[in-house]
């Protein structure tokens, strides 16, 4: 069946970028399907990040959009995640999931990762 | 930006009938998602498209929405419900956004 992986730093500095990938197995990405990133800061709700077709389409959510990049790897099978300039407002657990069905951000995130703390701290 | 507004906290008693609201601007028009979250773990699907439940989901979770306002309804609720509930829509306007709603916490009493 289609697993997702999160990994990347669990620390990372103020004013410097955060990296993550998610690695997907089970699912070709070159084969359809967007693919997303989520974040839920400690205690509170999630928040949608972006999310990408394998063509490198993309959406991002506004209020992040100048920090965000979101690519895609189809060699590797695997999507990542850049967010600059992250301060203590960015420490979060980071899901990437998969959209159900191809038709973009208006289907619902069906498969999601375990999800990876990320803290933002000196 | 869109907002959708649910309520922080819900509580049933075990057997009883759940109703977990999701308000939003003319949110009949569009497709409401809901996820259940269980502490330490992903978020997991149980309606999406306003009534459809992924395999594997109970029958007892059911959706609806109409107006201003998606209801999750959790019928004959047992304990394991207990859980985080968010609703979720994709906006198309000039933002296209997928908007979360904050989350309301199910507590089977």
């Known amino acids: 069946q289609v697993q997702l992986q999160e990994s990347g730093p669990g620390l990372v500095k103020p004013s410097e970028t955060l990296s993550l990938t998610c690695a997907v197995s089970g699912y070709s990405i070159s084969s359809g399907y967007y693919w997303g990133w989520i974040r839920q800061p400690p205690g509170k709700g999630l928040e949608w990040i972006g999310s990408?077709?394998?063509?490198?389409?993309?959406y991002y959510n506004p209020s992040l959009k100048s920090r965000v990049t979101i690519s895609v790897d189809t060699s590797k099978n695997q999507f990542s995640l850049k967010l600059s300039s992250v301060t203590a407002a960015d420490t979060a657990v980071y899901y990437c999931?998969?959209?159900?069905?191809?038709?973009?951000?208006?289907?619902?995130?069906?498969?999601w990762g375990q999800g990876t703390m990320v803290t933002v701290s000196s | 930006s869109y907002v959708l507004t649910q309520p922080p906290s819900v509580s049933v008693a075990p057997g009883k009938t759940a109703r977990i609201t999701c308000g939003g601007n003319n949110i009949g028009s569009k497709s409401v998602h809901w996820y259940q979250q269980k502490p330490g773990q992903a978020p997991v699907l149980v309606i999406y498209y306003d009534s459809d439940r992924p395999s594997g989901i109970p029958e007892r979770f059911s959706g609806s929405n109409s107006g201003n306002t998606a209801t999750l309804t959790i019928s004959r609720v047992e304990a394991g419900d207990e859980a985080d509930y968010y609703c979720q829509v994709w906006d198309s306007s000039s933002d296209r956004d997928v908007v979360f709603g904050g989350g309301t916490k199910l507590t089977v009493l």
């Open positions: 999931a998969r959209h159900l069905y191809g038709s973009g951000p208006v289907d619902p995130f069906d498969i």
């Open positions: 990408i077709y394998h063509s490198g389409s993309t």
